[in-house]
Nanobody, 119 residues
Framework: QVQLVESGGGVVQAGASLRLSCAAS????????LGWFRQAPGKEREVVAT????????YYADSVKGRFTISRNYANKTVYLQLNSLKPEDTAVYFC????????????WGQGAQVTVSS
């Protein structure tokens, strides 16, 4: 398993930016997929963005395309989510997660970071 620790959440006004970090420890990533998810009050958890560790290939939910950027740093084994042009509907707890190659489910999750966007 992998231990994941998120940081960087906060309270901002609409239009502002934040950067979330997810520091990983444990197994070495190869073709693992690292993902950012979010869950707003009363809503189901949804995927925001994912990145394949070795290739850097990314995926974004339509709702965040052009505003959010996922990236990773090999040296410090950290995954980032840059959130720009934030909207009140982006308010949620953001989680990072790791999924092994060919696995159907994400097996490791962080504790979450609260992002609150006021209008």
């Amino acid at each position: 398993q992998v231990q994941l620790v998120e940081s960087g959440g906060g309270v901002v006004q609409a239009g502002a930016s934040l950067r979330l970090s997810c520091a990983a420890s444990g197994r070495n990533f190869g073709s693992d997929t690292l993902g950012w998810f979010r869950q707003a009050p009363g809503k189901e958890r949804e995927v925001v963005a994912t990145i394949i560790w070795i290739s850097g290939r990314t995926y974004y939910a339509d709702s965040v395309k052009g505003r959010f950027t996922i990236s990773r740093n090999y040296a410090n084994k950290t995954v980032y989510l840059q959130l720009n042009s934030l909207k009140p509907e982006d308010t949620a707890v953001y989680f990072c997660a790791a999924r092994m190659p060919y696995a159907r489910e994400y097996d490791s999750w962080g504790q979450g970071a609260q992002v609150t966007v006021s209008s």
